[in-house]
């Protein structure tokens, strides 16, 4: 388990940089604890769920289909072969940098051999053999990886915010802010998306290019927060669906409520993990205990399929 050893004086963290002091001041033990560790892994988390939720919701209306998440075109595979690289190759690249920037050419890829046939199944099927590849490559690394790298890449796959620092927020929670305020800004046009290609041309929309700007930043959203955080299961799936059964299929009201109730929904998960295990568990594995039967609750109390 990864711990950071926090210097004593004044609440500053081993890269120098310090974050904000409480207010009146106060003991440099308390501020340490709780502006430099407790309050960046908040925000992050908060940030990673929000971007998470907000990406899962605008794949599922892009692609019209409520069982897609933010890593069907294949941003997680491309993340962790990026991450297994980093570790085994040594390259002159952080993990996160080089998980950012694989997941991004994953779906780039995606959307290569997608090209001249639009269409979401061609689109879709094309992620998942990438993303078959990807993870192909990520088990070789895996395989030939020494116990500690193997160790490390486990613990990074699963998901979690025991690294979490100041310079993390600074980089993630403004580009999730923008990223966020553009998927919703466009929510009416995923709406129109949601009706098919055919009743957005009617409706004076194309949607070839309003589909690809939607991916454009939900992609990188969704690589920005695997980069940073892992890869973390369920909560572009099941957040969606928990939006929708509250304020119906409108996308401009289920953008914002999911993104509100996906960054509640991972500090919570943040907290448990925290918690329940003197060790720490990793993130994923309470998303994923938690999402699963929520989501089976969900279905059978109401349908989530686009207002139905």
Not at 28 to 53: C, D, F, H, K, Y
Not at 63 to 90: K, T
Not at 128 to 143: C, D, E, P
Not at 235 to 241: D, F, N
Request: proline share 5%; with cysteine; charged share 10%.
């Amino acid at each position: 388990m990864h711990r950071r050893v926090l210097d004593s004086t004044r609440g500053r963290c081993p890269c120098g940089r310090r974050g904000p002091g409480l207010p009146g001041g106060g003991d440099s033990t308390q501020e340490t604890v709780i502006w430099n560790i407790r309050m960046p892994r908040t925000l992050l988390a908060a940030a990673v769920g929000a971007a998470l939720a907000a990406s899962g919701t605008a794949f599922q209306g892009t692609f019209r289909n409520p069982l897609v998440e933010p890593y069907i075109l294949g941003v997680s595979a491309g993340a962790a072969c990026g991450a297994g690289m980093s570790v085994l190759l040594n390259i002159p690249l952080s993990m996160q940098l080089s998980a950012f920037i694989m997941g991004t050419l994953a779906v780039a890829l995606a959307a290569y051999f997608a090209r001249g046939r639009e269409s979401t199944t061609t689109i879709v099927l094309s992620g998942v053999i990438v993303g078959s590849f990807f993870m192909s490559i990520f088990a070789l690394f895996q395989y030939f990886g020494s116990d500690a790298q193997l160790r490390r890449l486990v613990f990074w796959v699963l998901g979690g915010f025991y690294t979490a620092r100041w310079d993390d927020v600074w980089l993630v929670l403004p580009a999730t802010i923008l990223g966020a305020a553009a998927l919703w800004a466009l929510a009416w046009r995923l709406n129109l998306l949601t009706l098919g290609d055919q009743e957005c041309r009617s409706l004076g929309v194309n949607p070839a290019p309003t589909r690809r700007a939607i991916v454009l930043i939900a992609t990188a959203l969704t690589a920005l927060a695997v980069s940073v955080a892992g890869i973390i299961a369920w909560v572009g799936l099941l957040i969606p669906h928990a939006a929708r059964m509250i304020v119906g299929a409108d996308n401009r009201a289920v953008v914002p409520l999911s993104i509100f109730l996906g960054a509640s929904f991972m500090m919570m998960c943040d907290s448990l993990a925290r918690t329940l295990h003197s060790g720490e568990l990793p993130i994923g594995i309470i998303t994923a205990a938690i999402g699963a039967p929520f989501l089976i609750m969900l279905l059978r109390r109401k349908s989530t399929s686009w207002g139905t």
